[in-house]
C-alpha cells in the first residue's frame, strides 16, 4: 500500500516545484508593469526574488483559484465566524 | 522567593499579604534582566511603569479595597500592542522612528484596570510575518527549553517570556499560528480565541482579515482568568463582536462529560511527524475522542490563508515598501512586495473560499464539540535552519511552520494550544478547537489535558 507521502499534496510550499509544470506565465513582464503601476522601483536582485516569491504563491493560488463555489458563497466584510 | 510563580498564584500571595506586588515585580524584573541576556524575549523593559503600577496596587490593598483579580500579577505583551508613551515596534525596524504611543492597547487597558502588572515589550518576526522570530534587526529569540533552537513565532518573545519565567504572562496575536506555533515550540499554554472574540484596538496590524489577540501563560487556570478579564465589545475595532462577557474560569474544571471529542485525520496527520502524532494519540485518549474525522480540502484553505496574508500585508505596507524598502526584514521583504502585486481575482476567491471551509467545520460541529490536531508539524526547529524533512518530505522552515495552524485561524475557531511532552525535553503541543464562541469547550479540555497530568508548562531554567 502507498504512503501517504508518496501522493505528495501539491499544496506544500517548496522552492523546487509548482503544482502545474506546464504553467509559464511571464510572471517577469507582470511584475514589471505591476511595481510601475504601484511606484515601486525594484533593482535587478529584487525583481528576481519577487518573481520567486510570485511563483511560489501563483502555486499556492492554484489549489483554490479553480475550485467550484456556489455563486452564493460571498466573502463577507467583516467575518463573522 | 515567591517569584516566578503562575499568575493566580501571584495573585493569591498579594491577596494573602505574603509577598507584596513591588516586591513579585522587583523579582520578576531581576530574573528578566539576568536570564534574557541569553534568551532575548524582551525588546522593552518597562520597569519604572511596572513599579508604579505595583505600588498602585499595594496601595489599595494597604486601604482594603477589594482586589481585582489580576492584582499584583506581572506580564508582557508582544511589540505591536500599544504602551504609552512607548514606541510600537510590529518587530520592525521601519517602526523605529515613530512617535511613541499617547495610549495603551484597548486589552492592556483591561489588564491594568485587572490589576496586573506590565514590565515590558516583547520579541516578534517583523510584522508578524513569520513563524520563527528570528529578527534581523532586534534579534532571534532563544527558546528556553533548548536555546539552539527558535522559539517559534511570530509571537515568539511572548512565548520564551513566559516559558523562562519572566513574566507570569503575555499578550500575543495569531494570524495564521503566531500563539500556537510558539507556544507549541516553547512549552506553554496558549488561547487563540474566535476571531471577533478580543478588541485588537490600539495594536499594529498586520492581516486585518485574519488577526487575533490571545493570551499565553503557564496554566489553564490562568489563561481562563486573564481571557474573562480581556473579553467584551468594542466599537473601536470593526471586527470586535457586540458580544456580552462570557466567563470561563468557573466552568473549566467540569471535565469532558457530555462532550463528542474527535481527531482531526488526513492532511493533519499527513503533515504531523511521529511527536506531533504521538502527542495527538496521547490526548485522544486522554480525551475520549472516539473518532478521526476529515475536515475537507484544509490543504487549500491553508493556501487560501497564505495568498490573504500576503496580499493584505503587502498593500498595507506598499507606501513604506516604495520609500524604504532597504529597510525592510530580508526575510519577508520580497513577500510583502509580491503580495502587492497579486491579482484581486486571487484573494477574492480565497475570501470566498473561506465561507465554504468554514461550512465544512459548522458540518463537522454538528457531531462533534471538540476536535484536536496537533499545533506543528514538529518540535523545535534549529535557529537558522532552511530546511525540515516531515514524513520523508523537505520543506522550507519558514514558511512551513504554520500548516497545521492556518486553516484553523483562517476560519476563526477557538483554539487553546496546549504542551505534551513526548520527546524529552522539548514539548509539542495539540490544538483543541470548538466551534466559534466556545472558547470555554477548548479550555475545560486543556483543563482535563492538564489534570490528567499529560499537558504542564513548567518554569524552564535559564542562566541567571
Same mark, same amino acid.
Given at each position: 500500500?502507498?504512503?501517504?507521502?508518496?501522493?505528495?499534496?501539491?499544496?506544500?510550499?517548496?522552492?523546487?516545484?509548482?503544482?502545474?509544470?506546464?504553467?509559464?506565465?511571464?510572471?517577469?513582464?507582470?511584475?514589471?508593469?505591476?511595481?510601475?503601476?504601484?511606484?515601486?522601483?525594484?533593482?535587478?536582485?529584487?525583481?528576481?526574488?519577487?518573481?520567486?516569491?510570485?511563483?511560489?504563491?501563483?502555486?499556492?493560488?492554484?489549489?483554490?483559484?479553480?475550485?467550484?463555489?456556489?455563486?452564493?458563497?460571498?466573502?463577507?466584510?467583516?467575518?463573522?465566524? | 522567593?515567591?517569584?516566578?510563580?503562575?499568575?493566580?498564584?501571584?495573585?493569591?500571595?498579594?491577596?494573602?499579604?505574603?509577598?507584596?506586588?513591588?516586591?513579585?515585580?522587583?523579582?520578576?524584573?531581576?530574573?528578566?534582566?539576568?536570564?534574557?541576556?541569553?534568551?532575548?524575549?524582551?525588546?522593552?523593559?518597562?520597569?519604572?511603569?511596572?513599579?508604579?503600577?505595583?505600588?498602585?496596587?499595594?496601595?489599595?490593598?494597604?486601604?482594603?479595597?477589594?482586589?481585582?483579580?489580576?492584582?499584583?500579577?506581572?506580564?508582557?505583551?508582544?511589540?505591536?500592542?500599544?504602551?504609552?508613551?512607548?514606541?510600537?515596534?510590529?518587530?520592525?525596524?521601519?517602526?523605529?522612528?515613530?512617535?511613541?504611543?499617547?495610549?495603551?492597547?484597548?486589552?492592556?487597558?483591561?489588564?491594568?484596570?485587572?490589576?496586573?502588572?506590565?514590565?515590558?515589550?516583547?520579541?516578534?518576526?517583523?510584522?508578524?510575518?513569520?513563524?520563527?522570530?528570528?529578527?534581523?534587526?532586534?534579534?532571534?529569540?532563544?527558546?528556553?527549553?533548548?536555546?539552539?533552537? &527558535?522559539?517559534?513565532?511570530? !509571537?515568539?518573545?511572548?512565548? @520564551? =517570556?513566559?516559558?523562562?519565567?519572566? *513574566?507570569?504572562? /503575555?499578550? %500575543?496575536?495569531?494570524?495564521?499560528?503566531?500563539?500556537?506555533?510558539?507556544?507549541?515550540?516553547?512549552?506553554?499554554?496558549?488561547?487563540?480565541?474566535?476571531?471577533?472574540?478580543?478588541?485588537?484596538?490600539?495594536?499594529?496590524?498586520?492581516?486585518?482579515?485574519?488577526?487575533?489577540?490571545?493570551?499565553?501563560?503557564?496554566?489553564?487556570?490562568?489563561?481562563?482568568?486573564?481571557?474573562?478579564?480581556?473579553?467584551?465589545?468594542?466599537?473601536?475595532?470593526?471586527?470586535?463582536?457586540?458580544?456580552?462577557?462570557?466567563?470561563?474560569?468557573?466552568?473549566?474544571?467540569?471535565?469532558?462529560?457530555?462532550?463528542?471529542?474527535?481527531?482531526?485525520?488526513?492532511?493533519?496527520?499527513?503533515?504531523?511527524?511521529?511527536?506531533?502524532?504521538?502527542?495527538?494519540?496521547?490526548?485522544?485518549?486522554?480525551?475520549?475522542?472516539?473518532?478521526? &474525522?476529515?475536515?475537507?480540502? !484544509?490543504?487549500?484553505?491553508? @493556501? =487560501?490563508?497564505?495568498?490573504?496574508? *500576503?496580499?493584505? /500585508?503587502? %498593500?498595507?505596507?506598499?507606501?513604506?515598501?516604495?520609500?524604504?524598502?532597504?529597510?525592510?526584514?530580508?526575510?519577508?521583504?520580497?513577500?510583502?512586495?509580491?503580495?502587492?502585486?497579486?491579482?484581486?481575482?486571487?484573494?477574492?476567491?480565497?475570501?470566498?473560499?473561506?465561507?465554504?471551509?468554514?461550512?465544512?467545520?459548522?458540518?463537522?460541529?454538528?457531531?462533534?464539540?471538540?476536535?484536536?490536531?496537533?499545533?506543528?508539524?514538529?518540535?523545535?526547529?534549529?535557529?537558522?535552519?532552511?530546511?525540515?524533512?516531515?514524513?520523508?518530505?523537505?520543506?522550507?522552515?519558514?514558511?512551513?511552520?504554520?500548516?497545521?495552524?492556518?486553516?484553523?485561524?483562517?476560519?476563526?475557531?477557538?483554539?487553546?494550544?496546549?504542551?505534551?511532552?513526548?520527546?524529552?525535553?522539548?514539548?509539542?503541543?495539540?490544538?483543541?478547537?470548538?466551534?466559534?464562541?466556545?472558547?470555554?469547550?477548548?479550555?475545560?479540555? @486543556?483543563?482535563?489535558?492538564?489534570?490528567?497530568?499529560?499537558?504542564?508548562?513548567?518554569?524552564?531554567?535559564?542562566?541567571?
Amino acid at each position: 500500500m502507498a504512503r501517504w507521502w508518496q501522493n505528495k499534496p501539491a499544496c506544500m510550499f517548496t522552492t523546487e516545484r509548482t503544482l502545474n509544470p506546464d504553467t509559464k506565465f511571464d510572471w517577469s513582464s507582470y511584475i514589471d508593469t505591476m511595481a510601475a503601476l504601484h511606484g515601486l522601483t525594484l533593482d535587478a536582485e529584487r525583481h528576481a526574488a519577487v518573481v520567486r516569491q510570485m511563483t511560489q504563491i501563483e502555486t499556492l493560488a492554484q489549489r483554490f483559484v479553480d475550485f467550484p463555489l456556489e455563486a452564493e458563497v460571498e466573502p463577507a466584510p467583516v467575518f463573522r465566524p | 522567593m515567591t517569584f516566578p510563580a503562575t499568575a493566580h498564584e501571584c495573585a493569591s500571595l498579594v491577596r494573602s499579604g505574603e509577598a507584596s506586588a513591588l516586591e513579585i515585580t522587583e523579582a520578576a524584573l531581576a530574573r528578566t534582566m539576568a536570564g534574557d541576556r541569553e534568551i532575548n524575549s524582551f525588546t522593552t523593559i518597562t520597569a519604572e511603569r511596572a513599579r508604579s503600577e505595583a505600588r498602585a496596587v499595594d496601595a489599595s490593598r494597604s486601604r482594603g479595597d477589594a482586589l481585582p483579580p489580576l492584582a499584583g500579577v506581572p506580564y508582557a505583551v508582544k511589540n505591536l500592542f500599544a504602551i504609552k508613551g512607548e514606541t510600537t515596534l510590529a518587530g520592525a525596524k521601519i517602526r523605529l522612528g515613530d512617535t511613541p504611543a499617547n495610549g495603551d492597547a484597548a486589552l492592556i487597558r483591561r489588564l491594568h484596570a485587572a490589576g496586573a502588572v506590565l514590565t515590558g515589550a516583547l520579541n516578534m518576526d517583523a510584522y508578524a510575518y513569520g513563524f520563527t522570530t528570528e529578527n534581523t534587526h532586534f534579534g532571534v529569540t532563544r527558546n528556553p527549553r533548548d536555546p539552539t533552537r &527558535v522559539a517559534g513565532g511570530s !509571537s515568539g518573545g511572548s512565548a @520564551a =517570556a513566559v516559558a523562562a519565567g519572566f *513574566a507570569s504572562f /503575555s499578550l %500575543a496575536s495569531d494570524t495564521n499560528g503566531s500563539i500556537r506555533v510558539p507556544s507549541s515550540f516553547c512549552g506553554v499554554f496558549g488561547l487563540k480565541p474566535t476571531f471577533g472574540r478580543l478588541t485588537r484596538s490600539g495594536t499594529f496590524p498586520f492581516v486585518p482579515s485574519l488577526d487575533h489577540l490571545g493570551p499565553i501563560a503557564r496554566s489553564v487556570i490562568d489563561l481562563a482568568m486573564i481571557y474573562d478579564v480581556l473579553q467584551g465589545p468594542d466599537a473601536d475595532d470593526p471586527a470586535c463582536a457586540a458580544r456580552p462577557l462570557e466567563p470561563t474560569l468557573a466552568g473549566i474544571s467540569q471535565g469532558m462529560d457530555g462532550l463528542r471529542v474527535a481527531v482531526l485525520g488526513d492532511y493533519f496527520h499527513q503533515w504531523a511527524d511521529e511527536n506531533a502524532c504521538a502527542a495527538v494519540a496521547q490526548a485522544a485518549v486522554a480525551l475520549d475522542a472516539t473518532e478521526m &474525522v476529515d475536515l475537507p480540502e !484544509s490543504d487549500r484553505a491553508r @493556501a =487560501a490563508a497564505f495568498v490573504i496574508t *500576503a496580499a493584505e /500585508s503587502g %498593500a498595507f505596507y506598499l507606501d513604506e515598501l516604495r520609500d524604504y524598502a532597504e529597510d525592510f526584514e530580508p526575510l519577508s521583504r520580497d513577500r510583502l512586495i509580491a503580495g502587492a502585486l497579486l491579482p484581486s481575482t486571487w484573494y477574492l476567491k480565497a475570501q470566498r473560499f473561506r465561507r465554504w471551509y468554514q461550512e465544512q467545520a459548522g458540518k463537522l460541529f454538528e457531531r462533534f464539540d471538540l476536535l484536536i490536531a496537533p499545533a506543528t508539524p514538529c518540535t523545535a526547529t534549529q535557529i537558522g535552519a532552511e530546511r525540515m524533512e516531515i514524513n520523508g518530505v523537505v520543506l522550507p522552515v519558514r514558511p512551513n511552520l504554520g500548516l497545521l495552524t492556518q486553516p484553523i485561524s483562517f476560519i476563526g475557531l477557538p483554539v487553546v494550544a496546549a504542551p505534551l511532552w513526548v520527546s524529552g525535553q522539548l514539548p509539542i503541543s495539540v490544538q483543541l478547537i470548538a466551534p466559534p464562541w466556545r472558547e470555554d469547550i477548548c479550555l475545560r479540555a @486543556a483543563r482535563a489535558l492538564e489534570q490528567s497530568g499529560l499537558a504542564y508548562s513548567p518554569v524552564a531554567e535559564v542562566p541567571a
